[in-house]
């Protein structure tokens, strides 16, 4: 965590915002897994129709497979896969699939690879419509959550910090109807009432905008923006797809043997889909934040990482340092702000430097699994620290090692 000077309750509050995109993030990342089960049973479907149909014999060489494979399909097949592919949404992709489709559609003869390959296309394709049609709202949502927490965060923040008002176990909350906040006991009384900014109208409860967001979406970071990534995934799952469907390797495989081959090129992908969504809305959501604090004048932010062993060694290190909000910059280790690595899960906080706090944090004791109540400036170091003495050097090495 970071210096005394932080707001322990935002560190909360950003915390549990981290928690509940991640719960999202489960849900986009269940519907786009679905959608993954379904192509895989497709092509899988395919694979053996070709094999107990046609591939029965076994032992075949590779000459008897390519001969098999080099037979021609009736044109009545081409266009059931042409229609297949209507599902397409995307215009990029839609006019990607069109072309490769038509590409075929020209040939004197079209072989039963050819078809099998061109399926795989297809479905790798259908894959990153669903993905692009799924991710963007996704994403708009995540963004617009973290801009209003941050700007909530930088309203209180200041607020705080202009009236002098400890916190301690009190909740701060926006009362947007009467332009102030409130910070209520755990009883649930208000406690003190401030206004927000006296004698002015209140500019600062805007939110994102959608074509913001939007914007936002497409600018690349890391080389690449969120659509070029999933196109580049899905192209690279294509030809791991279309390199199964070869008389060398068909004539190499069981049906069996190919049916677990495509299940490992969907899992890979599916993996990676994952992957994207978690680092996507990771960054995302920390670039909201900071057009927040730009917003409402926050100079300053410190990161927070999660008490745990599963976090990497550069977020460990991460862990209380403060920047300049000017300063931030996504470039992975050599960088100042999140994320800085794929499922990175470190979050960044306002960083009031007047305000007056204190208070706790709660963490894991990973080897108890029980809650620990600690100071809210705990670092990282600190914590491990914390559990080195209370149960020995071995005992922690021992349960990071099985973490």
Known sequence: ???????????????????QQHNKGDKHVDVLIKAFIQAQRYLIGESNHMYQRYLTKSG??????????????????LVALQQMAKSVKDRTVKQQVKTYLDGLAIKERITKAELLRA??????????????????????????DAYNHASAEAIIGQTQKDFNVYQGDTVPEINKEHESINFVDQAGKTVKTIDVVPDKPVKSFKEMGVQYAKHALNEPWAGANYSQRIW?????????LQ????????????????????????ATSAYQARRLIRTESAYMSGQARLKAWQDHNVDEYSLVAVLDFRTSNICRHMDGKAFKVADAKVAGKDGTYPPFHPFCRTIAVAHMTNAKTGGYRTARDPITDKTMRIPADTTYQQWEAMLIKKHGQAEVAAAEKKA
């Open 1 to 19: 965590m970071a210096d005394k000077n932080k707001l322990n309750y935002w560190e909360r509050r950003a915390v549990w915002l981290e928690q």
């Open 60 to 77: 075949l060489t590779e000459a008897e497979t390519n001969q098999i494979l080099n037979t021609s399909i009736s044109p009545e097949q």
């Open 119 to 144: 399926k795989s296309y297809v479905v790798a394709k259908q894959l990153a419509d669903a993905q692009l049609r799924e991710s963007e709202p996704y994403y708009i949502d995540v963004m617009q």
């Open 232 to 240: 580049k995934n899905t192209d690279e799952l294509s030809k791991s």
């Open 243 to 266: 390199s199964l469907f070869t008389a060398k390797q068909m004539s190499g495989m069981s049906e069996h043997d190919m049916a677990q081959a495509l299940m490992k090129q969907f």
